[in-house]
């Protein structure tokens, strides 16, 4: 059966009102929770950035029915040993109720560090550098590593039973298939199917056939399309942008002047803006029958009581019983 799972957007909402909307998707049915992982929202108008890391503790413990995927740019701002160490003691304290998401990061969020910011191909060698560091330490090895990043002599001594698994982060075909040789799951987020078919056929065909596919799906609920429109564009326009660019912007202020010339009719093709849980159901069954194992869905407005509540009652039931 598909889980359906709620995005907690470290970038819009406090740590601790963060907290109570995944208390209050746990009560309306949710199963999942992706929580994002940034130093800067994506524009002065989101306004937060709470840090994931701590918040998954409290989340995790305060949730106990839900299980828990966090999306992490190891290499840069995390070195992948203490990436290694924090996602070891969730595993170990939260049995089977946590899984690690990695990708090659965006500026915004990485070039605090001061380190050169690497082209895409090289972001993706380091990548893969980090996810073989991090499998070796939570197999119990002294791990010394020198390339893109570097390790000297380090020994993870608390390891849960099971470490968890790695999903890789792709929106494009390219990595897509790249990720399939050596990732234990997908991750992309929500466009339309056409585009989205290809994404999956390249991870499958790159090695990620049978392997768990998690979809990260944008959408704006509210009491009308034009209300679900307007919230939208406020506060995600300036999430649509190719990845060429949004990997190389650096600063909200940045994002914001990109934004400044995005429309609100814009959004259409990147966020799934409709007031109809019909036609939000609609959308999520063509996902289903894409392949997706786990449908993460982010209201990408700040109404998120009205929305957990809604799908709750509507739309959770609806695919669920649509797979019996």
């Not at 989101?46 to 740019?73: D, E």
């Not at 090695?207 to 944008?218: A, F, N, R, W, Y």
């Not at 990147?270 to 939000?280: F, N, Y």
Request: aromatic residues 8%; negative net charge.
């Amino acid at each position: 059966m598909v889980q359906i799972g709620y995005h907690a957007s470290h970038e819009q909402f406090p740590p601790s009102q963060l907290l109570k909307y995944a208390q209050m998707a746990e009560q309306a049915g949710f199963t999942r929770v992706l929580s994002s992982d940034h130093f800067h929202p994506w524009s002065e108008q989101q306004g937060q950035s709470g840090f994931a890391w701590s918040w998954l503790g409290a989340a995790m413990q305060a949730t106990p029915s839900l299980s828990y995927r966090v999306v992490n740019a190891p290499g840069d701002r995390y070195h992948p040993a203490i990436i290694a160490q924090a996602a070891a003691t969730l595993a170990e304290m939260f049995p089977n109720r946590f899984w690690l998401t990695v990708g090659s990061g965006q500026a915004l969020n990485e070039h605090i560090t001061g380190n050169k910011w690497l082209i895409k191909g090289d972001r993706n060698t380091r990548l893969k550098e980090c996810v073989d560091i991090m499998r070796a330490l939570w197999a119990g090895e002294t791990v010394t590593h020198h390339g893109l990043v570097c390790v000297e002599e380090a020994k993870l001594y608390s390891r849960p039973t099971t470490p968890p698994l790695i999903i890789g982060a792709a929106v494009t075909e390219a990595t897509a298939e790249w990720l399939g040789s050596w990732a234990d799951g997908l991750i992309t987020i929500s466009r339309p199917p056409e585009k989205l078919k290809r994404v999956v056929d390249a991870f499958r065909r790159g090695g990620g056939e049978g392997k768990p596919m998690i979809l990260k799906v944008q959408l704006s609920y509210d009491h009308t399309d034009d209300i679900a429109r307007q919230k939208a564009h406020e506060q995600w326009r300036n999430n649509i942008f190719k990845n060429v660019l949004m990997t190389q912007l650096r600063t909200p202020q940045q994002f914001d002047a990109a934004g400044e010339f995005v429309t609100p009719q814009e959004l259409d093709e990147h966020v799934r803006i409709s007031a109809d849980p019909q036609q939000q159901i609609a959308w999520l069954q063509k996902d289903i029958e894409v392949g997706f194992d786990e449908l993460i869905l982010h209201n990408v407005n700040r109404e998120q009581e009205q929305f957990i509540k809604a799908f709750g009652e509507k739309v959770l039931p609806a695919l669920r019983k649509s797979e019996i």
